[in-house]
């Protein structure tokens, strides 16, 4: 049973234009999200997150949304670059005391033309 | 370049063969963690580590054994190769349990393949 769904395994967008990425989640213990970003050949680099106690979190070029009465978040890329051509990964994680485990969509390829 | 190294980058083994996979850490993290990667899937927890001597089972830590002597390194081990561990293996610290303060951060993988 998935957790953090990502349904769009893969997207592509003209550079310049804006990319919305998706996230679905049902486990509703879930309080904290993050965003990963990820190369060919190397490991996921941590993007953006946000706290369940906000709705928008913005750095730069990124912002992440989050909708939760619909247990949904998105990420938006403006404006997108070829360089942000790679896999991201939506994750999750309950705070608290002896929680560790970060659980992770299975990504959505981006790819950003010129 | 200070973060996380794993060792080997590529690897090919015959079933019932077994292997370390190292990981070590230079910035002092306490949390340590081994996700796989299966294709088109999402990173699994294998196993984690809250601190040097203590370590504790992720989602899918059948077929692998981890072990925390010290604070930089957290190797996982591969008894009894299967074919279904063919994987991308990918080792993470963090500073602070939850992810918060900025995420894991990982290594840039090793790919396992089981023969």
């Known amino acids: 049973d998935q957790q953090v769904k990502q349904n769009s395994p893969s997207l592509s967008v003209q550079e310049g234009r804006i990319s919305i990425l998706n996230c679905d989640y049902t486990?509703?213990?879930?309080?904290?999200f993050l965003w990963y970003k990820k190369y060919p050949a190397e490991g996921p680099t941590f993007l953006i997150s946000?706290?369940?106690?906000?709705d928008k979190n913005e750095d730069g070029r990124f912002t992440v949304f989050l909708n939760k009465s619909a247990k949904h978040l998105s990420l938006h890329i403006v404006p997108s670059q070829p360089g942000d051509s790679a896999v991201y990964f939506c994750?999750?994680?309950?705070?608290?005391?002896?929680?560790?485990?970060?659980?992770f969509g299975k990504g959505t390829k981006l790819s950003v033309i010129p | 370049n200070a973060g996380v190294t794993q060792t080997p980058k590529f690897r090919i083994l015959k079933i019932g063969q077994s292997m370390t996979l190292q990981c070590t850490q230079d910035?002092?993290?306490?949390?340590m963690y081994w996700y796989r990667q299966d294709p088109g899937m999402g990173l699994k927890l294998i196993y984690y580590?809250?601190?040097?001597?203590?370590?504790d089972k992720g989602e899918v830590p059948n077929g692998y054994n981890v072990s925390r002597s010290t604070t930089e390194d957290f190797p996982l081990r591969l008894e009894l190769a299967a074919p279904s561990q063919t994987s991308v293996y990918f080792c993470?610290?963090?500073?602070?349990?939850?992810?918060?303060?900025?995420?894991?951060?990982f290594g840039s993988g090793t790919r396992l393949t089981v023969v």
């Open positions: 994750a999750a994680i309950t705070s608290g005391a002896g929680s560790y485990q970060l659980t």
């Open positions: 993470a610290s963090s500073y602070s349990s939850g992810a918060r303060g900025g995420g894991y951060t």
């Open positions: 486990n509703s213990m879930f309080d904290y």
């Open positions: 946000i706290s369940s106690i906000k």
């Open positions: 910035m002092n993290h306490n949390y």
């Open positions: 580590s809250v601190g040097a001597g203590i370590t």
